[in-house]
């Protein structure tokens, strides 16, 4: 009988059981039949205009997301713009972005070639579609246009920088001027320039040569530019002084340039016939074994001074720390400030910044020269003036001197 | 003549770059990228110069036996290697082929990047023994450095249980502020001063680089 019971109750329960998965099937069903996605409500206020300050190709679209966006049904997963010649012509897809989105830069190629070109100067009709859940159910909004794009011939967001260039360039003159009419104008100290004289003169004595790194820059480089008057100089002291020079370069356009500057500082000097061009010789363009080429130079020749002046990277502190072991004097200046403490940790002197550039208007002594550099020392002062106008604005909460320096790309 | 065209053409081209930065147009894009195109140029037939000059020196001191003159006899092994692999001569001499020559490629895999790892590598020995000279505590500046640089050192260390925390947040007031004003410093000093030796080298005051008539 107890067995009988048990069987029975067995079958009652596996039966609810399967009774209520089928149930929940049903159910299931019938919640997403009533579920069905609804058509989302469309963007509104879309917007279209050239892209400013630009070479063209471009247009900034803008709209007002979907009352179904983030609301209502929350129904809106994201958005798909849309792009025609003619409102009645054939639309293709510019853009996709999420729920949310309410702005979008269409930027089309240049290069007619392109296969995302986008000409200038050619009416476009847009449209922004709602995208649902469902890929069926979708909802687009009203057409855009026309509309076109064009290259500007001027970019406004970039006169903070043309007035500073203008006046950086007034008062360049002015003090140029002055120089030239025998206003005697203040040079501060460089000392590791002032040790460039002391180092060749140990170098005559101890009858060594001098090694002079013009760096990884290119000649492009304004760095290396400002180390081609510094080699200049140390050529023309070398000359008179009868020392040996060693420039290995990483460039061969540096080379070439570096050749032509020390060619005529011997001239400069009086001894053309002591120049030859294997002091200035090309290495190779690969970093590393240009520093272990120079490394070996230092370590063969044992210079008397090694003088690194120009673009350095990774390479600096080797070279460094190996002339320091070769036991040379060494005159650092770079502008790459992720090096500077290498240099100033490894070398005798080290020309920090804009020191680098100061060199040559330093070791010119022409007014020309020094003009630009008191211009520089005032162009500082005002940049630190301004610095403490903005902390005093911004600490007052007047946002709107930072306004004034904000520059666009 | 032989100074006045140089000095003409710098002048006329800088003008544009400047001008150049302020007109997005498309047609002073098209110029600039021009412009830029011969850098390119030159820098490949200045390569021929570069590889001249490297053949010149290295055969020079192995021909009249300087010292050391071993070395430039590799210099010149590698160098002549490299060209006859690389330009594959069996195969196709005008083409890329090279680059997948067997031996091109084994001994730059094996031979050339392993001993520019070596090179940098050695790096971490330099800043070793530069810590060591920098933070010997000689003067008042010396010990400040010392100390600054035992925080930024050990902020991480997880056994100095609460100390850490103060020294993360010294460490991070270290980086941001002083570090920082520092940087910027020297950042708006590099900036001023490539401008004017750039205004310099465009108006002409500047033409060391140019070399003698």
Known sequence: ?409 | MKRQLPLALVFIFGIFCIFQYFVPHESSEWIYEFLLAWIYIIGILTLALGIWSLIRVSWDKVQHRRPNWQYALVTLLGLFAMITFGFDYCRSFFSSEGLRNYMFVHFFDYILIPIQATMFSLLAFFIASASYRAFRARSLLASLLLLAALVIMLRFNPYLGFVGEYMEQLATWLLNVPNLAAKRAIIVGVGLGIVATSLKVILGIERNYLGRD
């Not at chain 1, 206020?45 to 050239?50: E, N, S």
């Not at chain 1, 007002?64 to 792009?83: C, F, H, K, W």
């Not at chain 1, 500082?265 to 190779?284: H, K, L, W």
């Open chain 1, 1 to 409: 009988m107890k067995l009988k019971t048990l069987i029975v109750l067995s079958c009652m329960l596996l039966g609810g059981s399967v009774f209520s998965a089928a149930q929940e099937v049903t159910d299931a069903t019938a919640l997403t039949d009533t579920a069905a996605v609804a058509a989302p409500r469309p963007i509104a206020d879309l917007f279209a205009r050239d892209s400013e300050n630009d070479h063209g190709h471009s247009l900034t679209l803008s709209w007002t997301i979907s009352p179904d966006d983030g609301a209502g049904q929350m129904n809106v997963i994201g958005y798909e713009l849309y792009r025609a010649l003619s409102p009645d012509g054939e639309f293709e897809l510019r853009g996709k972005f999420p729920f949310g989105a309410a702005s979008y830069i269409d930027v089309g190629a240049k290069e007619k070639e392109s296969s995302q070109y986008s000409p200038d100067h050619t009416d476009f009709y847009y449209k922004v579609r709602a995208l649902t859940s469902d890929p069926e159910v979708f909802t687009d909004s009203e057409i855009f246009g026309p509309v076109q794009s064009y290259g500007q011939w001027f970019n406004t967001g970039r006169i903070p920088v043309l007035v500073f260039v203008i006046g950086f360039l007034t008062t360049t003159v002015i003090l140029i001027r002055r120089a030239r009419g025998g206003a005697d104008l203040f040079v501060r100290r460089l000392p590791g320039i002032e040790a460039v004289d002391e180092a060749i003169g140990r170098a005559t004595e101890m009858g060594k040569p001098i090694l002079y790194v013009l760096g990884l820059g290119t000649a492009a480089d304004i760095a290396t530019i400002a180390s081609y008057t510094i080699l200049g100089r140390v050529a023309k002291k070398v000359a008179e002084y009868q020392t040996g020079l060693i420039v290995p370069c990483y460039d061969p356009v540096t080379m070439t340039v570096a050749q032509e500057t020390v060619k005529t500082a011997y001239a400069d000097a009086g001894r053309p016939d002591a120049y030859s061009e294997d002091m200035v010789y090309f290495v190779t363009q690969s970093q590393f074994a240009y520093v272990a080429a120079v490394n070996g130079t230092m370590l063969r020749e044992r210079p008397a001074t090694n003088i690194y002046m120009g673009k350095f990277f990774a390479e600096s502190l080797i070279l460094a720390e190996t002339g320091a072991f070769a036991g040379s004097i060494q005159i650092s200046g770079t502008d790459e400030i992720a090096q500077i403490p290498f240099f100033v940790v490894a070398c005798d002197y080290t020309l920090i910044g804009e020191e680098l550039y100061a060199a040559s208007a330093y070791l010119g002594r022409e007014p020309l020269l020094l003009g630009s550099l008191k211009a520089q020392d005032y162009a500082k002062a005002a940049v630190i003036l301004l610095a403490i106008i903005g902390f005093l604005t911004m600490n007052f909460g007047l946002e709107g001197f930072k306004e004034l320096f904000y520059i666009s790309n």
